[in-house]
């Protein structure tokens, strides 16, 4: 997955090798003007592929870390379509660069929930990350009203927490523990973890 863009760079090198074996003239091929001018619409079109392919790569990294700032409910961050005005190769590079570290650095938090451990323990106790039975969903028992409280975005989406990933549903806990709940959702098993 972190191949891209050694995959686009690599790319870029095949694109130059062809312009520069384009622009050897090809003996009884004609003039070598005509060569020149099909060897330069050669690489201009190559040119133009490379752009379009980092482009699509960009959106690719940008789509990824704004997934999992989401999963953090996190802002997005700002993204000034820069690859979509500029002509330079070199930026669009050098853009996809920033967006594949950002991606990575996104994902890491994401799985690095705060008070991991903490929810963790609490989850040994409550259920399945999956556990479908009413009133309580998932593997820290959310009811609908905490879904409703502090994960409208994935109750609408996605239903009820036990079809949330156990990322998502640590980080609604963690959304709920932020806003001054602390660990009272689970007075009990908080309690067994050493929590309260």
Known sequence: MRERPSRLLALAAVVAAAAVTAFVAVPGAGTAGADAAKARRVAVQAREVLLERTRLEIRRERNEAWRWLAVMSAPPT??????ERTRSLRDNLRL???????AAHARWLAHHPPRLRAW????????AWNDPNPPYYGGLQMDLAFMRAYGAGLLRRKGTADHWTPLEQMWVAERAYRSGRGFSPWPNTARWCGLI
């Open 78 to 83: 700002p993204y000034a379509s820069l690859a």
């Open 96 to 102: 996809l660069r920033l967006w594949t570290r950002r």
């Open 120 to 127: 963790l323990c609490i989850h040994r106790y409550e259920g």
